[in-house]
């Protein structure tokens, strides 16, 4: 029965070891992550009104851009997208599409795909809705506009392997 209660509790051991290892380095691995969205929220608190980050993207296409959505001192919800080189865009999300509303949009009208990826960015200096997804066997980039909801023409197709 000690033998047992041995094994017991270094098996027990050993597991809230490997467990905390995993932790530790999840942490460490996203650091730098976590780290660039804070400095991107606190960039878009010091030159906008914005006062609250809420969410942060960021979307590469033609350049880097970091989105932050949050809220103004008055509690309206915004959306400010940061270019490197370029000044700030703020839009209230009242003059745009929300996410929730354009991914009704993209079900309605691309049924039966699979979403991997939407984010917010810009695309030849209009602010979209950028979708990646799964259609069959391909992927496709497409691209809604942020103020109407409207999918812009250009689709680009992944080449399939």
């Not at 033998?3 to 490997?18: A, F, G, N």
């Not at 980050?53 to 960021?58: I, L, M, P, R, S």
């Amino acid at each position: 029965m000690r033998k047992r209660t041995k094994w017991l509790l270094l098996s027990l051991l050993i597991l809230v070891i490997v467990l905390f290892a995993l932790h530790r380095f999840y942490i460490y691995v996203l650091q730098d992550t976590w780290a660039s969205e804070n400095a991107v929220i606190e960039q878009a608190k010091q030159e906008t009104d914005l006062v609250q980050g809420d969410k942060v993207w960021k979307s590469v296409w033609d350049d880097v851009c970091w989105v932050v959505q949050g809220k103004d001192g008055s509690g309206r919800e915004m959306m400010v997208w940061l270019r490197e080189g370029h000044e700030p865009v703020v839009r209230l999300l009242s003059e745009g599409v929300s996410e929730t509303r354009v991914r009704t949009i993209i079900n309605e009208s691309l049924p039966g795909i699979t979403i991997v990826r939407l984010v917010p960015g810009i695309y030849n200096e209009r602010l979209v809705w950028q979708l990646f997804y799964k259609q069959k066997d391909h992927h496709y980039y497409r691209f809604y506009d942020f103020g109407t909801g409207e999918a812009l023409n250009d689709v680009f197709t992944l080449p399939n392997r």
